[in-house]
């Protein structure tokens, strides 16, 4: 099963520290997407990817967060200056659009970052 | 916008009794619909999907939900309960990103199922 992979899966830092996660996407598909699951929430949409290029930014993603996907296979997501707001699960998912037109995405098991 | 609204945060049934999760949608068009459930420590799973087919959808594990327009629900239902369905349930629209030729989700804030046994 070569499903969507994330490392590192747990992260813990002290505020002001940089972090980076990294997602492996499922290799046939060309759009990434990052989403931001906080404790008793469902998740949040931050930003996207078709191929290469971040074709949308959420406004949850302050300057402090910056997302790649430098050759289109994967992608990192880098917080600077961490907060303690900013503890969270980050969740990776890639998609592929079926033949029913739906926009299936298949979800990592995610990053669970916590801020100190 | 496009939003959905999941009626309960909890939801305790007996094992193998039925289960009904509950979930409305607001669209301004046809929506796809999900219900992806997310077990402790796991990935989202996608359990179905509505895309303007059949309004009655089967998913895995015996689940599955229907599309009433009429009054903008997609519940989702099981005839009987197991101790393998404990889980966070979220119902999801699918939302145009301005971004073009691509849809993202918009969950709901999730639906904690409890089995007793």
């Known amino acids: 099963d070569t499903g969507v992979s994330q490392n590192p899966r747990h992260k813990i830092t002290k505020r002001g520290q940089n972090v980076t996660f990294r997602c492996d996407p499922i290799s046939e598909h060309n759009r990434l997407y990052w989403y931001r699951q906080t404790l008793g929430q469902g998740p949040e949409f931050l930003t996207y990817f078709q191929n290469e290029a971040q074709l949308e930014k959420s406004r949850l993603l302050s300057d402090r967060f910056s997302a790649e996907r430098p050759k289109g296979s994967f992608s990192t997501l880098e917080i600077q200056r961490t907060e303690q707001g900013d503890s969270a699960m980050y969740l990776c998912a890639s998609g592929r659009r079926t033949i029913s037109g739906a926009n299936v995405l298949t979800f990592g098991a995610g990053s669970r970052l916590t801020v100190l | 916008a496009q939003s959905v609204t999941q009626l309960d945060s909890h939801v305790s049934v007996s094992e193998g009794t039925p289960v009904l999760l509950r979930c409305n949608y607001s669209?301004?068009?046809?929506?796809?619909l999900f219900w992806y459930v997310q077990h402790p420590n796991k990935g989202l799973q996608l359990l179905l999907k509505y895309t303007s087919a059949a309004t009655l959808v089967k998913g895995i594990n015996g689940f599955e939900a229907e599309f009433k327009k009429s009054e903008t629900s997609f519940h989702l239902t099981k005839p009987s309960a197991h101790m393998s369905d404990a889980a966070e349930y979220f119902c999801v629209v699918s939302v145009p990103l301005s971004g073009g030729g691509a849809d993202g989700l918009t969950f709901g804030k999730g639906t904690h199922l409890i089995i007793q046994p």
């Open positions: 669209s301004s068009y046809s929506p796809s």
